[in-house]
């Protein structure tokens, strides 16, 4: 009998009593180029140093939470298929929710895991504070290993917003560089 992701999931965390949050540290990776209103943009949200504390573990599941205060919205997430993850999203009604088995083993040494790709749309001016948070004391949420059972997290990363240049201001530009150059002797 085949047990389906969500499902071995949901008896690994039955099994586990949720453990304070390892070494491993989450980051937030914004577009290095400008964002305007109206902009879509890409966000890496990565594990660093995954295994630390952990050695031989593996990491079954993981799944989190994104909030942007309204300032942008949130389109969509992939998860690291690579690794072998299958988004398991529209199972658990998190934004980002993925599950591999039997795991993603220690390779040993420094471990860094690309969990996500977020795509977000700039709503408005200003800088604005994104947040990935996993709560340790839900059962479906946080980085899920084999030994070392449940670990929330939450990691912030601030991110500019610049107004859209208004056309009138670029054919304000335009005329203003074309009456340059027909001054110019030549």
Avoid: C, H, N, W
């Amino acid at each position: 009998m085949r047990i389906s992701p969500l499902s071995a999931m949901l008896v690994m965390v039955a099994a586990f009593v949720a453990q304070p949050a390892g070494a491993f540290q989450i980051s937030l990776a914004p577009p290095l180029r400008p964002i305007t209103v109206g902009d879509s943009f890409k966000v890496l949200v990565s594990a660093e140093d995954l295994f630390a504390g952990r050695a031989g573990d593996s990491l079954l599941a993981y799944a989190f939470d994104v909030e942007t205060a309204g300032a942008a919205s949130f389109d969509a997430a992939t998860v690291a298929t690579a690794q072998g993850f299958a988004d398991d999203s529209g199972l658990t009604g998190l934004d980002v929710s993925a599950s591999a088995f039997p795991g993603f083993a220690d390779p040993g040494g420094t471990t860094d895991l690309l969990l996500s790709e977020l795509t977000l749309t700039a709503l408005t001016v200003g800088p604005f504070a994104l947040t990935v948070s996993a709560d340790a004391a839900d059962p479906f949420q946080g980085l899920f290993f084999l030994v070392d059972g449940q670990a929330g997290f939450s990691e912030t990363v601030p991110i500019p917003v610049q107004a859209a240049p208004s056309p009138g201001t670029v054919l304000l530009l335009g005329v203003g560089l074309a009456a340059l150059v027909r001054r110019r002797p030549g």
